[in-house]
C-alpha cells in the first residue's frame, strides 16, 4: 500500500476539527520518563491531526535501535513505512472499526476512561521485523469528542514470536477497573462467508461471556432471536456448541 493511500485513511479515520492542548500533557511525561527504567516498552505522545509524535521516550531507541530523532523530525510516515506490508491493512481496519465503535457505542463522558490495544510488525534497526503490541489511552478530544491525543505504550517481543493482528477496547468500570467491551481479530476471517454482519455481532459479544439476554438488550433483538443466530452459527461452522466455538476463537485458532 502506497503511502499517501495510507495517509488518507489514517486521517479519515482520525479526522477532527479543534486544536489540542498539548503543553501539559509532554510537560508530565517529561517528568516521568527521567524515573522509567530500561526495558522492552517505550512511549509516545501521539498527535493524530499532525501525525506527529509529541513526545518520545528514551527506551525507543533501545528497543528498536532507531534514533528518535528520525521519528520526532518525520512523525507517522516514518512510522508507516517501517510496518510489515503484510500487516498494514489489518492494521488500518483496526483503527478503523476502533474509531467506529468508540463514537458509536461508547457515551461521550465514558471516552475518558477507554483504553485501546493493537498489534503490528515493525521493522529494527537490523531489518527484523519484530512484534509491536501497542496500548493507547485518549489524552485529549476534539468538540465532537473524538481522540486526538493519546498516550501510546508500545511493547516489543520477539521477532520469532507468530502473532496475529487483533484489537480490543477497554472501558474502566464501577469497580475502577479494566473491562473488554470490544475484541476482533483481523488476522483469519473464517466467517467471510455465510454468516450475516448480526451473526457476527453475536459471536463478538459470545466472546466477551455476555449471555443471550445481555446480547439482546446490547443489539436491541429479543433473545430468541439472538437464540436462533446462535444455532444458525453453530450449524453454519458444523460446531455442536457455543463453549467449542468460544474456545477455538479465545485462542485466536479462528475468528471472524
Request: proline residues 3%.
Amino acid at each position: 500500500m502506497r503511502q499517501a493511500h495510507i495517509k488518507d485513511l489514517y486521517k479519515f479515520i482520525f479526522k477532527s476539527y479543534d486544536k489540542p492542548f498539548l503543553k501539559e500533557h509532554i510537560e508530565k511525561f517529561l517528568e516521568l520518563d527521567e524515573y522509567l527504567p530500561y526495558s522492552s516498552t517505550f512511549f509516545c505522545i501521539t498527535n493524530t491531526q499532525d501525525l506527529t509524535f509529541e513526545y518520545i521516550s528514551k527506551n525507543y531507541h533501545t528497543c528498536l535501535g532507531l534514533d528518535p530523532d528520525d521519528l520526532k523530525a518525520q512523525g507517522m510516515r516514518y512510522f508507516w513505512r517501517r510496518i510489515h506490508p503484510d500487516d498494514i491493512d489489518a492494521w488500518l481496519e483496526a483503527l478503523n472499526t476502533l474509531m467506529e465503535f468508540t463514537l458509536s457505542e461508547i457515551p461521550e463522558v465514558k471516552r475518558k476512561d477507554a483504553n485501546y490495544t493493537w498489534n503490528f510488525r515493525i521493522k529494527n534497526a537490523d531489518g527484523i521485523y519484530v512484534n509491536i503490541i501497542q496500548n493507547t489511552t485518549p489524552l485529549a478530544f476534539d468538540s465532537a469528542g473524538k481522540p486526538v491525543i493519546g498516550l501510546a505504550h508500545y511493547t516489543v517481543l520477539d521477532a520469532n514470536i507468530k502473532m496475529e493482528i487483533t484489537a480490543s477496547a477497554k472501558l474502566l468500570n464501577a469497580n475502577n477497573e479494566y473491562e473488554t467491551i470490544y475484541f476482533n481479530n483481523y488476522s483469519q476471517k473464517l466467517l467471510n462467508e455465510g454468516i450475516s454482519n448480526r451473526e457476527r455481532d453475536v459471536v463478538r459479544l459470545l466472546v466477551l461471556n455476555q449471555t443471550s439476554k445481555e446480547i439482546s438488550e446490547k443489539l436491541n433483538i429479543s433473545s430468541h432471536t439472538v437464540d436462533t443466530h446462535r444455532r444458525n452459527i453453530l450449524k453454519k461452522l458444523n460446531i455442536s456448541s457455543t463453549g467449542e466455538l468460544i474456545g477455538m476463537l479465545k485462542t485466536n485458532q479462528h475468528w471472524l
